[in-house]
Protein backbone atom coordinates (compact mmCIF):
# COMPACT_ATOMS: atom_id res chain seq x y z
CA UNK A 1 0.00 0.00 0.00
CA UNK A 2 0.60 3.27 0.20
CA UNK A 3 3.42 4.94 2.33
CA UNK A 4 3.57 8.55 3.15
CA UNK A 5 6.11 10.40 5.10
CA UNK A 6 6.27 14.28 6.37
CA UNK A 7 9.12 16.00 7.80
CA UNK A 8 9.56 17.80 9.80
CA UNK A 9 7.34 16.76 12.82
CA UNK A 10 6.99 19.82 14.22
CA UNK A 11 8.05 23.52 13.05
CA UNK A 12 8.91 26.89 14.50
CA UNK A 13 9.19 30.04 12.63
CA UNK A 14 9.32 33.56 13.09
CA UNK A 15 6.90 35.71 12.05
CA UNK A 16 6.89 36.51 8.67
CA UNK A 17 9.56 33.94 7.95
CA UNK A 18 8.91 31.31 5.36
CA UNK A 19 7.76 27.34 6.00
CA UNK A 20 8.36 24.36 4.01
CA UNK A 21 7.01 20.91 4.48
CA UNK A 22 8.30 18.04 2.50
CA UNK A 23 6.19 15.06 1.77
CA UNK A 24 7.51 11.26 -0.06
CA UNK A 25 4.95 8.76 -0.93
CA UNK A 26 5.75 4.98 -2.39
CA UNK A 27 3.13 4.38 -4.71
CA UNK A 28 3.93 5.48 -8.46
CA UNK A 29 0.40 5.06 -8.55
CA UNK A 30 -1.25 7.98 -6.63
CA UNK A 31 -2.32 10.66 -8.41
CA UNK A 32 -3.48 13.17 -6.76
CA UNK A 33 -1.77 14.89 -3.49
CA UNK A 34 -3.91 17.35 -0.68
CA UNK A 35 -2.59 19.05 2.27
CA UNK A 36 -4.75 19.75 5.21
CA UNK A 37 -4.68 22.39 7.98
CA UNK A 38 -5.84 21.37 11.35
CA UNK A 39 -6.56 23.62 14.13
CA UNK A 40 -6.81 23.14 17.72
CA UNK A 41 -10.53 20.72 18.51
CA UNK A 42 -11.18 21.09 14.86
CA UNK A 43 -11.49 18.48 12.17
CA UNK A 44 -8.72 18.91 9.07
CA UNK A 45 -9.00 21.19 6.25
CA UNK A 46 -8.27 21.29 2.91
CA UNK A 47 -5.73 24.38 1.93
CA UNK A 48 -4.27 23.50 -1.03
CA UNK A 49 -3.80 20.24 -3.68
CA UNK A 50 -2.08 19.29 -6.80
CA UNK A 51 -2.73 16.67 -9.53
CA UNK A 52 -0.22 14.67 -10.67
CA UNK A 53 -0.44 16.37 -14.58
CA UNK A 54 0.94 19.46 -12.52
CA UNK A 55 4.25 20.71 -10.96
CA UNK A 56 3.06 23.30 -9.07
CA UNK A 57 0.27 24.88 -8.04
CA UNK A 58 -0.42 28.54 -5.82
CA UNK A 59 -3.14 30.09 -3.93
CA UNK A 60 -1.83 33.38 -2.12
CA UNK A 61 0.57 32.93 0.49
CA UNK A 62 0.90 29.02 -0.06
CA UNK A 63 2.06 26.97 -2.88
CA UNK A 64 3.14 23.27 -3.24
CA UNK A 65 5.08 21.78 -5.91
CA UNK A 66 4.98 18.45 -6.80
CA UNK A 67 8.31 16.19 -8.19
CA UNK A 68 6.83 12.85 -9.91
CA UNK A 69 9.94 11.25 -10.77
CA UNK A 70 11.36 11.50 -6.88
CA UNK A 71 7.90 11.00 -5.88
CA UNK A 72 8.26 14.06 -3.53
CA UNK A 73 6.01 17.41 -2.66
CA UNK A 74 6.08 20.16 -0.49
CA UNK A 75 4.11 22.85 0.66
CA UNK A 76 5.46 26.17 1.51
CA UNK A 77 3.48 29.11 3.07
CA UNK A 78 5.21 32.82 2.64
CA UNK A 79 5.00 35.53 4.86
CA UNK A 80 3.82 33.72 8.18
CA UNK A 81 1.40 34.61 10.41
CA UNK A 82 -0.03 33.72 13.87
CA UNK A 83 -3.08 32.16 12.16
CA UNK A 84 -0.76 30.13 10.43
CA UNK A 85 -0.04 27.85 13.62
CA UNK A 86 -1.87 24.50 13.36
CA UNK A 87 -0.99 21.02 12.79
CA UNK A 88 -0.31 20.07 8.43
CA UNK A 89 -1.16 17.50 7.18
CA UNK A 90 -0.38 15.90 3.59
CA UNK A 91 -1.46 13.17 1.93
CA UNK A 92 -1.66 10.74 -1.64
CA UNK A 93 -4.46 9.36 -2.79
CA UNK A 94 -4.76 6.48 -5.37
CA UNK A 95 -7.76 4.89 -6.53
CA UNK A 96 -9.84 5.56 -3.47
CA UNK A 97 -7.69 5.06 -0.66
CA UNK A 98 -6.05 8.38 0.96
CA UNK A 99 -3.21 7.86 2.60
CA UNK A 100 -1.80 10.50 5.61
CA UNK A 101 1.60 11.82 6.46
CA UNK A 102 1.84 12.18 10.02
CA UNK A 103 1.55 16.01 10.40
CA UNK A 104 3.56 18.74 11.25
CA UNK A 105 3.12 21.33 13.95
CA UNK A 106 3.78 24.72 12.93
CA UNK A 107 4.07 27.03 15.44
CA UNK A 108 5.11 30.86 14.07
CA UNK A 109 7.02 33.35 16.41
CA UNK A 110 5.30 37.23 17.00
CA UNK B 1 -24.25 25.53 5.80
CA UNK B 2 -22.75 22.86 4.24
CA UNK B 3 -21.64 20.56 7.22
CA UNK B 4 -20.20 16.92 8.45
CA UNK B 5 -21.92 16.63 11.79
CA UNK B 6 -20.70 13.93 14.49
CA UNK B 7 -22.02 12.66 17.87
CA UNK B 8 -20.78 12.22 20.34
CA UNK B 9 -17.79 14.88 20.50
CA UNK B 10 -16.52 13.05 23.88
CA UNK B 11 -17.37 10.14 25.31
CA UNK B 12 -15.63 7.90 28.09
CA UNK B 13 -16.66 4.30 27.92
CA UNK B 14 -15.36 0.76 30.09
CA UNK B 15 -14.03 -2.26 27.92
CA UNK B 16 -16.53 -4.14 26.09
CA UNK B 17 -19.69 -2.07 26.00
CA UNK B 18 -20.98 -1.52 22.30
CA UNK B 19 -20.67 2.45 21.45
CA UNK B 20 -21.98 4.19 18.03
CA UNK B 21 -20.56 7.12 16.82
CA UNK B 22 -23.03 8.85 14.93
CA UNK B 23 -22.03 10.71 11.41
CA UNK B 24 -24.46 12.54 9.24
CA UNK B 25 -23.15 15.16 6.36
CA UNK B 26 -26.05 17.48 4.11
CA UNK B 27 -23.85 17.60 1.16
CA UNK B 28 -25.35 14.90 -0.36
CA UNK B 29 -21.84 13.02 -1.11
CA UNK B 30 -22.00 9.70 -2.03
CA UNK B 31 -17.89 8.90 -0.80
CA UNK B 32 -18.00 8.83 3.12
CA UNK B 33 -15.08 7.54 5.83
CA UNK B 34 -13.72 7.57 8.99
CA UNK B 35 -10.33 7.88 10.03
CA UNK B 36 -8.49 7.76 13.69
CA UNK B 37 -5.88 9.80 14.71
CA UNK B 38 -3.29 8.89 17.04
CA UNK B 39 -0.05 11.16 17.81
CA UNK B 40 2.92 10.74 15.35
CA UNK B 41 0.50 8.30 12.85
CA UNK B 42 -1.37 10.94 11.26
CA UNK B 43 -5.07 9.56 10.33
CA UNK B 44 -5.85 6.21 9.01
CA UNK B 45 -8.66 5.04 7.33
CA UNK B 46 -10.78 2.86 9.38
CA UNK B 47 -13.84 2.15 6.57
CA UNK B 48 -15.25 3.91 3.71
CA UNK B 49 -18.37 3.96 1.48
CA UNK B 50 -18.78 5.05 -2.07
CA UNK B 51 -22.64 4.40 -1.57
CA UNK B 52 -25.68 2.82 -0.27
CA UNK B 53 -24.89 -0.14 0.94
CA UNK B 54 -21.11 -0.36 -0.55
CA UNK B 55 -18.66 -0.40 2.38
CA UNK B 56 -15.42 -1.55 2.38
CA UNK B 57 -11.99 -2.03 5.03
CA UNK B 58 -9.70 0.53 5.52
CA UNK B 59 -6.60 0.57 6.92
CA UNK B 60 -7.21 -0.48 10.41
CA UNK B 61 -10.74 -2.19 10.48
CA UNK B 62 -10.35 -4.43 13.36
CA UNK B 63 -12.77 -3.96 16.41
CA UNK B 64 -15.16 -1.89 13.91
CA UNK B 65 -18.16 -2.06 12.02
CA UNK B 66 -19.87 0.44 9.83
CA UNK B 67 -23.47 0.66 8.49
CA UNK B 68 -25.00 2.97 5.18
CA UNK B 69 -28.78 2.80 5.09
CA UNK B 70 -28.62 6.03 4.20
CA UNK B 71 -26.90 8.65 1.86
CA UNK B 72 -26.50 10.99 4.25
CA UNK B 73 -25.49 9.10 7.63
CA UNK B 74 -22.53 6.87 7.94
CA UNK B 75 -22.24 5.71 11.85
CA UNK B 76 -19.03 3.84 13.21
CA UNK B 77 -20.15 0.96 15.47
CA UNK B 78 -17.36 -0.32 18.25
CA UNK B 79 -19.51 -4.00 19.39
CA UNK B 80 -16.55 -4.32 22.01
CA UNK B 81 -14.30 -1.48 22.67
CA UNK B 82 -10.59 -2.24 24.13
CA UNK B 83 -8.44 0.78 25.53
CA UNK B 84 -6.14 0.47 21.95
CA UNK B 85 -9.81 1.87 20.34
CA UNK B 86 -8.63 4.87 23.03
CA UNK B 87 -8.18 8.04 20.00
CA UNK B 88 -9.61 10.65 18.33
CA UNK B 89 -12.17 9.96 15.49
CA UNK B 90 -12.63 11.76 12.39
CA UNK B 91 -15.64 11.02 9.74
CA UNK B 92 -15.33 12.77 6.18
CA UNK B 93 -17.40 13.29 3.40
CA UNK B 94 -16.44 13.36 -0.25
CA UNK B 95 -18.30 14.16 -3.74
CA UNK B 96 -18.21 12.05 -7.10
CA UNK B 97 -14.86 12.78 -8.08
CA UNK B 98 -13.19 11.65 -4.02
CA UNK B 99 -10.93 14.18 -4.11
CA UNK B 100 -11.87 16.92 -1.56
CA UNK B 101 -12.87 15.71 1.50
CA UNK B 102 -14.56 17.29 4.59
CA UNK B 103 -13.67 16.72 7.73
CA UNK B 104 -16.55 16.94 10.86
CA UNK B 105 -15.13 18.16 13.94
CA UNK B 106 -13.88 15.04 15.29
CA UNK B 107 -15.05 12.54 18.41
CA UNK B 108 -12.34 11.89 21.40
CA UNK B 109 -13.19 8.35 22.58
CA UNK B 110 -11.41 7.37 25.98
CA UNK B 111 -12.07 3.57 26.47
CA UNK B 112 -11.18 2.42 30.33
Known amino acids: GENVEQHPSTLSVQEGDSAVIKCTYS??????FPWYKQELGKGPQLIID?????GEKKDQRIAVTLNKTAKHFSLHITETQPEDSAVYFC?????????FGAGTTVTVRA | EAQVTQNPRYLITVTGKKLTVTCSQN?????MSWYRQDPGLGLRQIYY???????DKGDVPEGYKVSRKEKRNFPLILESPSPNQTSLYFC???????????FGPGTRLLVL
Open chain 1, 91 to 99: AAKYDYKLS
Open chain 1, 27 to 32: DSASNY
Open chain 2, 27 to 31: MNHEY
Open chain 1, 50 to 54: IRSNV
Open chain 2, 49 to 55: SMNVEVT
Open chain 2, 92 to 102: ASSSGNWETQY
